[in-house]
């Protein structure tokens, strides 16, 4: 027979207390005077002996009673056959959440400093023969093996908060792996945790029927949160010494209105825009900030907001880049076009060049933000494949057909390009019939839209194909919504197609007030949409524009005092970083090749963990099989009561309530009889 509790046991000591009231008989007696004892002696010899017999059974059924109450609240059991073959052979894996939520305060501190001891008092519960294994939303490799209970306690010390998180199949699937070489052992799993609705999983876990699975929940106190969705930038472009707008999207994440929460813009460390916003209950606000004054080079940057005492997501970080200028290539089939010498020459920010169709530096040209076929007729293989790898890696290519030349060369570069195909010049006066002012083309372009809008005259024009649908925009069209020109997008590239080129003789396009915005818009459009920041643990990898390395160069990726060297993967649309899980923290990053600074990236966590709203007992246990899962109750001694309890046999409190009620009502049924049997004396 075994205990559950023996420290009970030193109750036994109370068996004492019977026994002292029995050696001392406080009673007060009265002296009688009898002229004739005779018959006294006789009855007090008779009285004495049945009083000893009393005293001694009502001192018996007290022990028992005291005795069987004190192994009640021990516990006593018997263990089953089955059980001792584990008896000394116990593995248990236990799950901490260090997420960003386990910063949640109680009454006994931080869940996550509470999910820790919770930890540790499981651990110290077994015996010294079971074996135990932690884990956490890192997944660790040093956490792949099973401790003993010293070192199982030192891990628990070193684990930090972390960004990472994992839902409840993730964990359950990593700690049944973790089980399978025990073979030979009982395996229960545990997960100490706030069980965020995040954290429950869509589908019903596929458990092993081995594996007792036990949740123990830590609660915080109800606490209000404010959290940085997302940010963007209204432009595509920023010019250095311009203003620019940031736009920051808020959420609340608790039940009551927010008001007046302060927010910070801060670029390259200066604070440079400040305001407050006002989100109703678990509602979502847009809050946007303006800036001015950049100079050119990568910005590191973030959103700041005050949100005691859930200060994980109160930043938000993001990195972009002002360019000193936009280059621009016009490959030429005859002569260099005026109009378009004429626009950009007139702003700096435009570094324009010109080259012929015969003289193309192939090399260079994904250093242009956009290229410019004008007029070109002559389209080798290799040309047009060069145009599309261009493309397809996000340059910008604007087509200004030649209405004179043999339209075979222009057709395979389009067929390459998948855009419409050329049909036939028509020659006949008409006007651009349709524009579309839904399109970024022409965001700003109109104040207001005049119901008979002045648009391009065109005397002669190339019909195109309409084959093209899924991936084309029509911008400005001709009566029967025929192509004048038409956006289509190919990789991460877009194409530009006109229906006429930039002279008089096609009509009045080039000198039409809608001309400069249209090729302005174009270029101001051209730049890729930047990559502002990642999410830890979601994006595995950071794509830049395609760079080479020597063979002994390295790029180093380094925050502060961090320095990490991350793996390159070479793609046709540019260079991939592999990251994984080098990146810990939240934050601003800088890429370097060798001392040359490549590019700033920014690392954000999931948003998952700002939602503090936690799922039901009943939810959780719902994707677990019912036999297998239980939830416990945090306490010290719920948790001691539930490691035990599974463990025991035949469990024998109960025959020892019972024994004892017995020695109470033996103890008052004596007590009763004989003060019958003296009164009817």
Not at 417 to 431: F, Q, R, S
């Amino acid at each position: 027979m075994r205990f559950l509790f023996p420290g009970f046991l030193f109750a036994l000591l109370a068996v004492a207390i019977p026994i002292i009231i029995h050696l001392f008989n406080f009673r007060r007696f009265k002296k009688v005077y009898f002229s004739n004892v005779r018959f006294l002696k006789s009855i007090d010899e008779q009285t004495s002996s049945r009083k000893n017999l009393k005293n001694k059974l009502i001192l018996i059924s007290r022990i028992l009673a005291v005795i069987f109450l004190v192994l009640a609240f021990a516990r006593p059991y018997k263990t089953n056959t089955d059980q001792t073959v584990f008896q000394n052979s116990r593995a248990v894996s236990i799950y901490i959440d260090n997420s960003y939520s386990m910063e949640g305060i109680n009454k006994e501190g931080t869940l996550f400093d509470e999910a820790r001891r919770r930890a540790k008092e499981i651990a110290s519960t077994y015996s010294l023969n079971d074996k135990f294994q932690i884990l956490t939303n890192d997944f660790e490799g040093k956490h792949q093996r099973f401790y003993n209970y010293d070192d199982f306690a030192n891990a628990v010390d070193e684990i930090k908060i972390s960004p990472a998180v994992k839902n409840l199949n993730q964990i359950l699937s990593r700690q049944k792996d973790l089980f399978l070489n025990e073979t030979n052992s009982s395996k229960t799993s545990y997960l100490i945790s706030d069980f965020q609705k995040n954290l429950v999983s869509t589908e019903l876990f596929q458990a092993d029927s081995a594996v007792d699975i036990r949740l123990i929940r830590v609660r915080s106190n109800t606490i209000p949160n404010i959290s940085i969705d997302s940010v963007w930038i209204t432009s595509a472009i920023i010019k250095p010494g311009e203003a620019g707008k940031i736009v920051a999207r808020f959420r609340n994440n608790s039940d009551a209105d927010a008001t007046n929460i302060p927010v910070k813009l801060i670029i390259n460390e200066q604070q440079r825009a400040i305001g407050n916003v006002n989100i109703k209950a678990r509602g979502i606000e847009n809050d946007t900030l303006s800036f001015s004054g950049l100079s050119a080079g990568w910005k590191s940057a973030e959103i700041s907001i005050t949100d005691y005492p859930m200060i994980f997501d109160d930043r938000f970080y993001f990195s972009f880049n002002v360019k000193s200028e936009l280059k621009i290539l016009a490959i030429n089939g005859d002569q260099v076009n005026p109009y378009l010498r004429a626009l950009y020459h007139s702003d700096k920010y435009f570094n324009f060049q010109n080259t012929s169709a015969g003289n193309i530096n192939y090399s260079g040209l994904n250093q242009q933000s956009v290229l410019i076929l004008n007029e070109v007729g002559d389209f080798s293989s290799g040309f047009i494949q060069q145009l599309k790898l261009y493309v397809e890696k996000g340059g910008n290519l604007v087509i200004l057909p030649s209405l004179e030349l043999d339209l075979l060369g222009l057709k395979e570069l389009l067929i390459n390009l998948k855009t419409d195909i050329p049909l036939k010049v028509i020659t006949a006066e008409t006007k651009v019939s349709g524009v579309n002012l839904q399109h970024p083309l022409f965001k700003g372009v109109f104040e207001t839209t005049p119901k008979n809008m002045n648009l391009p005259l065109v005397k002669k024009y190339l019909q195109y194909s309409s084959l093209s649908k899924t991936n084309k925009q029509s911008l400005l069209s001709l009566p029967g919504y025929e192509t004048f020109l038409s956006e289509y997008r190919l990789g991460k590239g877009k194409i530009y197609l006109l229906a006429v080129p930039l002279n008089d003789q096609s009509g009045n396009f080039p000198r039409h007030s809608i001309f400069v915005p249209v090729m302005y818009q174009i270029s101001m459009l051209s730049s890729q949409d930047q990559l502002l920041y990642s999410t830890i643990g979601t994006d595995q990898t950071v794509e830049i524009p395609r760079i080479t390395l020597d063979k002994n160069q390295l790029l180093t990726l380094k925050k502060n005092n961090f320095e990490t060297i991350p793996d390159l993967r070479q793609t046709p649309s540019g260079t991939q970083v592999y990251v994984a899980d080098q990146i810990k923290e939240p934050g601003n990053y800088k890429l370097f090749k060798s001392d040359s600074l490549i590019a700033n990236l920014s690392f954000n966590q999931t948003g998952k963990e700002s939602d503090l709203s936690y799922a039901t007992d009943e939810e959780l246990l719902a994707r677990l099989p019912k036999n297998k899962a239980s939830m416990i109750n945090s306490d010290s001694v719920a948790i001691q009561k539930s490691i035990k309890s599974p463990n025991l046999g035949i469990e024998l409190w109960k025959l020892c309530i019972i024994l004892a009620l017995l020695g109470l009502a033996a103890e008052i049924f004596l007590i009763h009889i004989f003060q019958t049997k003296v009164a009817k004396n």
